[in-house]
């Protein structure tokens, strides 16, 4: 019986963990998911598709739940709402989640083909490297959003090379995920820039500015709209991609617009993530449409 109620009240931790997380984590199998559509210009053959996009997800959530570990100070010191954050969850419990969905993430990768597993091997490797030290990314200027955009374009890729298939197409749906996140990220800075400046973080709102902050986003969410119409023009993407790419981005230029007199607000910041997201599901949606012939 007290096994029985120790392994329960550990899985019922877990679940707490993946809750929290999964929403964001998302993003990436998302990515990979809508590359393998990319990748073959139409519908991908379902199994490795899916298959890819599991092990991605498993990938990012245990990601995210080391990152909580890693960050449960600074998100105290944000009032963050995570069962980590809260107390609810153990450290080590926590951690033992991570390596298991690592582990079942990389070694459902490999049943798929050898370069998926590499590039999910890079995403794992690249996510220890953002959370924890030495190397600790997300503490160093500028890589923090470099890493995250990366991870972005890994997954990307990994739903290509599922479907054998890493074309110019399956790059440039990579680097439109790049370069949103290089945009975003900072972004989300925002809403943690207490906790982030007691910690003695880097962050793009610290170190440049809020202000500077949101005319980036803004500036590069013009710069994607401008490559979905080369994207149309240049590598064979239907008129779906530019119309709702710039629907996508002029959107989020729009929700994001009003940070020039609310960044200050915490909850503001926070509640604007949801909207960005969602967005950003908008623009990959719009990049499968229009690699469909």
Not at 19 to 29: E, L
Not at 133 to 143: A, D, G, N, T, V
Not at 227 to 236: K, T
Request: one cysteine or more; charged letters at 10%; hydrophobic letters at 55%.
């Amino acid at each position: 019986m007290v096994v029985a109620e120790l392994l329960t009240r550990k899985i019922h931790s877990w679940w707490l963990c993946i809750r929290a997380r999964i929403s964001r984590a998302v993003i990436f199998p998302y990515a990979t998911f809508i590359a393998t559509f990319v990748a073959v210009r139409g519908i991908p053959p379902l199994m490795p598709a899916i298959t890819a996009t599991v092990a991605g997800l498993l990938i990012a959530l245990g990601i995210y739940i080391s990152n909580d570990v890693a960050d449960i100070k600074t998100d105290i010191a944000n009032l963050v709402n995570r069962p980590i954050a809260r107390g609810e969850v153990l450290e080590r419990d926590a951690l033992t989640l991570t390596a298991i969905l690592y582990t079942a993430g990389l070694m459902l990768s490999l049943t798929i083909n050898l370069t998926t597993f590499i590039l999910c091997l890079i995403g794992v490797i690249l996510g220890i490297s953002y959370s924890f030290s030495p190397i600790q990314l997300k503490r160093r200027f500028l890589l923090k959003q470099a890493a995250v955009a990366s991870g972005g374009l890994i997954s990307s890729l990994t739903g290509g090379a599922a479907v054998n298939n890493i074309s110019s197409s399956v790059f440039f749906a990579g680097f439109i995920f790049f370069t949103y996140a290089i945009a975003v990220v900072p972004i989300v800075d925002l809403g943690d820039i207490i906790g982030n400046g007691k910690e003695g973080r880097r962050t793009l709102p610290i170190v440049w500015g809020p202000e500077y902050t949101i005319r980036l986003a803004i500036a590069i969410m013009f710069a994607i709209i401008a490559s979905s119409i080369i994207g149309y023009m240049q590598l064979g993407f239907n008129i779906a991609f530019p119309i709702l790419g710039s629907i996508a981005c002029l959107s989020c230029i729009y929700v994001i617009y009003p940070l020039f007199n609310q960044w200050r607000d915490q909850t503001f910041c926070r509640k604007l993530v949801n909207k960005i997201t969602l967005f950003h599901f908008l623009l990959q949606l719009s990049i499968a449409l229009g690699s469909i012939f």
